[in-house]
Nanobody, 130 residues
Framework: QVQLVESGGGSVQAGGSLRLSCAAS????????MGWFRQAPEKAREAVAT????????????QYADSVKGRFSISQDNAKNTVSLQMNSLKPDATAMYYC???????????????????WGQGTQVTVSP
């Protein structure tokens, strides 16, 4: 059974940083994407960052939403079976519930949307104050 458990959310002032982590269990990373999504109140869930691992375990080039490029960074730790999201220069519009997602196969896009992902964590809240 696949389980994704997020941690690292919290409150921070604008300009600050947070690091989110997602511990995956029962999950095969190869030939699949892992990613981070977020959902702000009364808004649709949106992709923040995704990362792909091929059949040989090689990690592809991470992909990011335009709104976070240059400030957020997604990474994997194969030894610990975790995927992390480093968020720098946070803005108030980053306030949202952040979700770890996994299980999306490549189907033409290197930045798959939420419908492509099979497994989801419970989410961790990020609040950025002005």
């Amino acid at each position: 059974q696949v389980q994704l458990v997020e941690s690292g959310g919290g409150s921070v002032q604008a300009g600050g940083s947070l690091r989110l982590s997602c511990a995956a269990s029962g999950y095969t990373r190869k030939r699949n994407f892992m990613g981070w999504f977020r959902q702000a109140p009364e808004k649709a869930r949106e992709a923040v960052a995704t990362i792909y691992t091929d059949l040989y375990g090689t990690v592809g080039i991470p992909q990011y939403a335009d709104s976070v490029k240059g400030r957020f960074s997604i990474s994997q730790d194969n030894a610990k079976n975790t995927v992390s999201l480093q968020m720098n220069s946070l803005k108030p519009d980053a306030t949202a519930m952040y979700y770890c997602a996994a299980g999306a196969a490549y189907s033409g896009s290197w930045f798959p949307n939420e419908k492509s992902f099979t497994y989801w964590g419970q989410g961790t809240q990020v609040t950025v104050s002005p």
